[in-house]
């Protein structure tokens, strides 16, 4: 499969989760080599030093490593959905997600390595983005309106990481506009899709055709 883009990526990794999601949307097929991060193989190194995930290295040598970039790169070539019709990867919606509402998720999701304060705390900290949303949500099915597009994509995969953290307790928390937006992702085919199970890939072996269906039956609005 040398012909195909190289996907390094880590399966429950929301910046590689948001990449994949472009990459199916788009049309596009991939050689996936799903990776441990606690356990890097080599060629991850030698593509891409700072060995974070996604990295995407296309066929004619380009290395791609950053998800916001790679998504970018997706639908560019290839937009049926029209993800980014009338919206930008920069954001300020993804730029305050990617920093600010990303540090406190950070800390309330594992807080026993911040003692300094509460899971709590850091729960509530991170709360004023999600007001945000609740505040844009309630008034349009989607950030973009009547339809999803790139920057509903770009803050989903976060969003559930926050809701997973205590999930009674987001069940009743006062955001019922995000959690019908969160469900709409988690429910639907392309969220399956990206998130099936692959091995580990071995250094020196074929990585695993992504998506397998070439129809790509998952490309499709939730």
Known sequence: MTELPILYSFRRCPYAMRARMALVASGAVVELREVLLKD???????????????????????????????????????????????????????RECDSDFKHWLDRYKYAERYPEHTAEDYRQNAESFIQKLEDRLSVSDWMGGEAAHAVDVALFPFIRQFAGVDPSWWQSAPYPSVRRWLENWLNSPLFSAIMAKYPRWESGRPGERFPPDPDHSACTQP
Do not use: F
Request: glycine share 4%; aromatic share 6%; net charge negative.
């Open 40 to 94: 890097k193989p080599p060629e991850l190194l030698s593509t891409s030093p700072k060995a974070t995930v996604p990295v995407l290295l296309t066929p004619d040598g380009c290395v791609i490593e950053e998800s916001l970039d790679v998504m970018q790169w997706a639908l560019e070539r290839h937009d049926p959905l029209s993800w980014l019709e009338g919206c930008s990867l920069e954001s300020d919606w993804i």
